[in-house]
């Protein structure tokens, strides 16, 4: 038996920020996965990187304005890029 006192399903607030990493991560490995390439830590890291140098090369639009919407999605070239880095090409 679970003691209440061990797990709560209280759970606490998670940050945008927080949360736009966790998708960035998330859409690192699906862009990995999706071209193939095998995913571990290397792999991950360098796409993640790819991706922060990616939206740089963007720009810095509003943070909360239409601007940024669709703005973290890695699709299309974008993927191509990410996939190409994480293979070292």
Do not use: F, H, P, W
């Not at 998708?23 to 890291?45: F, H, N, Q, Y």
């Amino acid at each position: 038996m679970v003691s209440s006192a061990i797990y709560s399903s209280q759970n606490d607030e998670i940050g945008l920020a927080t949360r736009r990493e966790i998708a960035r991560l998330c859409g690192c490995i699906r862009v990995l996965v999706e071209g193939g390439v095998k995913v571990d830590e290397d792999t991950v890291m360098k796409a993640y990187r790819a991706s922060l140098e990616i939206e740089l090369e963007v720009g810095d639009e509003e943070e909360d304005g239409e601007g940024r919407e669709g703005r973290d999605y890695l699709g299309g070239e974008k993927a191509r890029r990410v996939v190409n880095a994480a293979l070292g090409r």
